[in-house]
């Protein structure tokens, strides 16, 4: 679909989930969806102002359909910024494809997935992070998802970036200036001030890449990998977190084979606990597997809780295994499990946490660790957060190219040079917001959204 055809079609499409429910919601939005509704509908909406709804019949020669309300949209007034029309049926699918197959007939097509989203996009209802927001507000699953995608979605990420990106452009026209008078020798864009808005700049855009790690988490959840020897407790510390048997305990050495997945969310925030085979040398073959499948779970994973059998294991021994499995920038929460069956003090490391899973399951605190870790390690600028990896990369790219013009400002390379990478930051920051963008990417964004968004 090129850019402007969208103009002169109405597209329909149903907007509620698939299947059988008390009532569903189609839309129609495009220059004609009036006309298109008053063929099936028992009501003229020819003197409807916008923001107006209507009850009356879908009718189709003569025979009624269903009973209907009719929500009028004027445009620009509307989510697109078109006439749009919403039906609210009863939730039969019959009724449903009926009602679509209607509005064809008499004019409309099937839209396309995310095509509203993206017709409010480029009729300048919403920026690109913003129509992006509303695919996440969609799936948002907990609060803290919910609460970024809202964020974004009042256009949280746009407003900060475009103060920047108009700062930049002039700077980077005013050079482009000095360009036409090169035989003068004149400089416009005063070098001081714009090695300040490039340090800003460079600072900010680190800013907003760092709180991708936190973003990220809360939108697809912290892998979290339990780990350690066999026998530790590490299915035991599961099943408690869980609250059912979900994995198998036993005294035997080696039980977990494969790795167990599930998912907790504590305050907000999704956790996917793995549970894991023990790690050590095993000759067994399917063992075997089981701990390389530990170690690259391990690898992949943010937040590491490793256990231990403070009876059978030594303070050393459990340093060793944290130097060899569980690299620095994981973070890690170390447990001492079997407690109870230590006979005299003991000396513990401070930060480790002494528990007996078996006769006191400790799960609120245990829990309360693992989000007190994540927190801790997880500083973000409150205001906005980064959970969209098409933005994180092209944030990315912009960093790039800004240590570029940082480096030629401080090299004092050409003007034309310094131009041309400042232009290089403005494409990548304009991608975001969508100020630049192309039927290609369009295409990528809208056709991971629903149909009938
Ligand atoms: N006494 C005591 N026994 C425990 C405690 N926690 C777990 N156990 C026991 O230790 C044994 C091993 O527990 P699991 O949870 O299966 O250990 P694991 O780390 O998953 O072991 P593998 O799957 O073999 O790697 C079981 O018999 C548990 O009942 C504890 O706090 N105290
Ligand atoms: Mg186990």
Known sequence: MSNDSYKSESICAISSPPGIGGVSLIRISGPDSFSIVEKIFSKSLKDTSGYQVLYGKIIEKKQIIDDVIVAVFKNPHSFTGENTVEINCHGSTFIQQKIIELLINNGARLALPGEFSK????????????????????????????????????????????????????????????????????????????????????????????????????????????????????????????????AIVSSIAGTTRDTIEEIITINGIDFRLVDTAGIRNTEDEIEKIGVAKTLEK????????????????????????????????????????????????????????????????????????????????????????????????????????????EKGLSENIPGDLIAMDIRQVLYYIGTITGDISSDELLGNIFANFCIGK
């Not at 998802?145 to 475009?162: C, N, T, W, Y």
């Not at 021994?317 to 994981?330: F, I």
């Open 119 to 246: 017709r409010a996009f480029l009729n300048g209802k919403l920026d690109l992070s913003q129509t992006e927001a509303i695919a996440d507000l969609i799936n948002s699953k907990s609060s803290a998802a919910h609460e970024i995608a809202i964020k974004q979605l009042k256009g949280g990420i746009s407003s900060e970036l475009k103060i920047l990106r108009n700062k930049l452009i002039e700077f980077a026209s005013l050079i482009e200036l000095e360009l036409d008078f090169s035989e003068e020798d004149v400089e416009f864009a005063d070098r001081t001030h714009l090695n300040q808005l490039i340090q800003d700049l460079i600072t900010h855009i680190d800013q907003l890449k760092k709180s991708f790690q936190y973003g990220n988490a809360i939108k697809n959840g912290v892998s979290t990998v339990i780990a350690g020897r066999p026998n530790a407790g590490k299915s035991t510390l599961l099943n408690n977190i869980l609250n059912e048997n979900r």
């Open 298 to 405: 391990i690898n992949q994973s943010s937040l590491v809780i490793y256990i231990y059998d403070i009876c059978s294991t030594t303070e050393k021994e459990v340093d060793e295994d944290l130097r060899k499995y569980v690299e620095n920038k994981v973070l890690c929460l170390v447990i001492a499990n079997k407690i109870d069956l230590v006979k005299s003090s003991i000396d513990v490391p401070k930060d480790h946490l002494t528990v007996s899973l078996k006769t006191t399951p400790n799960t609120l605190e245990i829990k309360e660790s693992i989000f007190e870790l994540f927190e801790r390690n997880n500083v973000h600028n409150e205001s906005v957060v980064i959970s969209n990896m098409r933005h994180f990369e092209a944030l990315e790219l912009a960093y790039n190219e800004l240590i570029k013009v």
